[in-house]
């Protein structure tokens, strides 16, 4: 009768267990995928950085939010032939057109812009070079976090002055059940595993950044 009423106990708990799981979790899942997306509010014009256009800039600049874009479409010279012979030039301007932004107010930057040590790296030196001081930096809505998290420990107090937003209008509706989509709950834990990493590594006493250079 002991060894029943034992088994019946850690049954009711189980039955509780999961049924707490099962109703918190949509719910908690949901909250770690908004935790992702970064939008700051943003001060006077600004110059935008962004690996690609959207109509989101496009609205930014005919409101006089964003003056000039840079567009970051990759370092492709040791990547494949068909990338190293694409015209990335044609492609921005023609974009710029479709999105009526003038061709006088963009900049094709032949560089990487990615959340990784060794881009936020190139993203400082590119500020300097430029003599950028302040700027919105746009990317897809699940890497805002993280350009947020690393840019203010990779450029310290020079990060101040720089916001993130994401790339495209209406991000929240990615987060409808996103756990149920194979492709985003890859997207979002390389997202959180980059993360993990950073504080992994300053456990130990190395940094990422260091790593990098």
Known sequence: MKFVNQWTKWGVFCFVLVLFFYLLAPKVLTGLGKFLLV?????????AI??????????AYRKG???????FVGDHRRSWKALRKFDFNRWVMDRAKEFGI?????QVVRRNLDVSPEAMKTLAHFLAE????????????YQTR???FF?????????????????M?????????WWLNTALDNLYLDQYLKIFCYYFNEVLGTSIFEEAS
Do not use: C, W
């Open 39 to 47: 939008e700051d509010a943003l001060p006077a014009s600004l110059v």
């Open 50 to 59: 962004s690996p690609a256009l959207s109509e989101k800039i496009a609205t």
């Open 65 to 71: 939010e964003v003056s000039r874009i840079y567009v």
């Open 102 to 106: 003038k061709e006088e107010a963009i």
């Open 130 to 141: 430029e003599k950028i001081i302040s700027a919105v930096v746009f990317s897809p809505y």
């Open 146 to 148: 993280g350009f947020r």
């Open 151 to 167: 840019m203010d420990r990779a450029l310290g107090v020079g990060a101040e002055s720089l916001y993130v937003q994401s790339l």
């Open 169 to 177: 209008k209406h991000s929240e509706e990615n987060f409808d059940h």
